[in-house]
Each structure stands twice: as structure tokens, then as C-alpha cells.
């Protein structure tokens, strides 16, 4: 079992910033690909970008790609998404996941964090 906590969301206007960060517990493994997600009110979860613990290897949604850089702390067992020039359309709810397999489809992620809302007021 992987416990994921995401923390860092709030309300920002248009063009700022924030930092979200998920701590992960439990039987972390080496080998997991950490992604974060979004969703928002009457849209299906999508793909925000990944990264892999082992290799560091990072992978981008394109309406994201220049404007958030996801990372990782091996030591501290936390992954974070740095997010700059913020527009209202990345207000949603994002969740932190954990998965065996190289992907961006939610359904193959097999640990989900409780999700932090983000809000960017125009």
C-alpha cells in the first residue's frame, strides 16, 4: 500500500503561482512513476504530467508544457509541481497518483492522493 497527501493548493490570480507537493508513505517503490492530475467541475480527469523516481525521466500535458516543471525528492519521498503563469482554465482539483507503468491514463495509476483545489481567478 502507497499513501499520497498533496498539499499547496489555494487561489491565485491569472498569471501566478504555486507549488503543490505530495508526500507519499508506505511500500514507495523505486520503480513507480509519479503523475499528477486535474480535474475539473464536469470534465474527466486528465493527464498533467510524470515523473519517474528512479530516473527522474519527466513527461508534460502540452497545455501545460513551459509553465509547470514537475520534481522530486528521493530523500524526502515527495513529488512537486511547480506552477507558473496560472490561467483560469487549470482551476480544478489536482491529485497526485502513483503507478507501475509508464502512462498517462488515470485508470492505470494505482494510487491516488485526496486532491488539492486549485483555483486561478482571472
Known amino acids: 500500500q502507497v499513501q499520497l497527501v498533496e498539499s499547496g493548493g489555494g487561489t491565485v490570480q491569472a498569471g501566478g503561482s504555486l507549488r503543490l507537493s505530495c508526500a507519499a508513505s508506505?511500500?514507495?517503490?523505486?520503480?513507480?512513476?509519479m503523475g499528477w492530475f486535474r480535474q475539473a467541475p464536469g470534465k474527466e480527469r486528465e493527464f498533467v504530467a510524470r515523473?519517474?523516481?528512479?530516473?527522474?525521466?519527466?513527461y508534460y500535458a502540452d497545455s501545460v508544457k513551459g509553465r509547470f516543471t514537475i520534481s522530486r525528492d528521493n530523500a524526502k519521498n515527495t513529488v512537486n509541481l511547480q506552477m507558473n503563469s496560472l490561467k483560469s482554465e487549470d482551476t480544478a482539483v489536482y491529485y497526485c497518483?502513483?503507478?507501475?507503468?509508464?502512462?498517462?491514463?488515470?485508470?492505470?495509476?494505482?494510487?491516488w492522493g485526496q486532491g488539492t483545489q486549485v483555483t486561478v481567478s482571472s
Open positions: 497518483a502513483a503507478s507501475a507503468r509508464l502512462t498517462i491514463r488515470p485508470d492505470e495509476y494505482d494510487y
Open positions: 508506505g511500500h514507495t517503490e523505486s520503480w513507480y512513476k
Open positions: 515523473i519517474s523516481w528512479s530516473s527522474g525521466l519527466r
